[in-house]
């Protein structure tokens, strides 16, 4: 190769990566499996790990309202966010202070209020460790934040349902048999979600990064996002902005999707960044993961549908240990 056609190559290389924006999907499209839908579904899985979620049917003044409740939790006197601390359960839910979760080994600078989906343990079930997953949500009084539980709860309801429908374009993405897949997802889905504040830091300058580059554990994590600071990074190994679209959810696939795929369908690779000079930002990201009594199948395109031999609630629980260690550990 002479060096023209190396700097071409290069030139053509920068050109591609200059043209590449994260994919926008129709949640509309996918739902009724339209086929320019499910091939974008596909292509983004594989090469992002993330897409914007367009036309989900969520009424638009829902996210406004969430918004203001997180605003008005966050702003509640310290010793009333205490009373909800998740250091004082063993279910993972509840208020986690500035620093108190970890990064890749390093403290967050945010704060969050933790919930899960509320669900008891099947009867018929094994006694495992994970069964302090299961439980109830703790909620801050009524007089604290008038409204507060029921606008959370219907917001829940409504991304529930997206989740499990994104689940099933997932499974007819990939072009193979549903069958088995479908029994392994009959129960519903469970969730993880938090409302993040990402408080002002005063000794961070704009660009310095919040949370380290990472991956999720779960299936997917939907994402509303209501300002910048939030990127991506494409197989290329290029980073790329994620800004707030009205009316749209961000994807984000996680690592059980890379797991269950064997690497076909990518862990999105993310990280957040002070986009501002005060660095101050509110999300809400749900984590879907299989029901916790499931043992997590794998993908083979030659060989039939196997099963993993460790529970969704134990890989889960692992990984909350990992990230929320007790106060004294941080």
């Not at 309202?65 to 004082?88: G, H, T, V, Y």
């Not at 994590?221 to 902005?241: C, D, Q, T, V, Y």
Request: aromatic share 10%.
């Amino acid at each position: 190769m002479n060096l023209w056609q190396f700097m071409h190559n290069i030139c053509k290389k920068i050109k591609n990566t200059m043209n590449l924006k994260i994919p926008e999907i129709s949640f509309e499209g996918i739902v009724a499996r339209h086929p320019e839908a499910i091939a974008a579904l596909h292509d983004a899985a594989h090469d992002w790990g993330l897409f914007y979620l367009e036309d989900t049917g969520i009424p638009a003044t829902l996210p406004a309202q969430i918004l203001s409740m997180s605003d008005r939790f966050f702003q509640l006197p310290p010793e009333l966010k205490q009373q909800l601390s998740l250091n004082a359960r063993n279910d993972f839910r509840g208020y986690v202070a500035l620093g108190e979760e970890l990064t890749n080994g390093q403290p967050d600078m945010k704060e969050s209020l933790e919930f899960a989906r509320e669900e008891e343990r099947p009867e018929d079930a094994k006694p495992q460790a994970f069964d302090q997953l299961y439980g109830c949500n703790p909620w801050p009084k009524e007089s604290w934040i008038p409204g507060f539980r029921s606008v959370l709860e219907r917001y829940m309801n409504e991304i529930q349902v997206l989740g499990q429908q994104l689940m099933a374009a997932l499974i007819d993405s990939l072009a193979i048999d549903s069958v088995h897949h479908d029994s392994q997802w009959q129960h519903p889905l469970h969730f993880r979600t938090r409302l993040i504040h990402y408080c002002q830091v005063s000794n961070l300058a704009k660009g310095c990064i919040r949370i380290a580059e990472h991956t999720d554990l779960a299936l997917f994590n939907l994402l509303r996002i209501h300002a910048p600071g939030l990127e991506a990074k494409h197989l290329s190994g290029n980073w790329f902005e994620v800004n707030p679209h009205p009316n749209t959810l961000v994807v984000i696939l996680g690592e059980l999707c890379q797991s269950w795929t064997q690497g076909y369908y990518r862990a999105g690779i993310h990280r957040v960044r002070q986009a501002t000079e005060d660095g101050e930002r509110t999300s809400m990201p749900f984590f879907f993961y299989p029901n916790l009594q499931t043992t997590l199948p794998t993908i083979n395109s030659n060989k039939p549908l196997e099963t993993g031999n460790k529970y969704a609630g134990e890989l889960l629980l692992q990984r909350l240990v990992g990230v929320h260690p007790h106060p004294e550990e941080v």
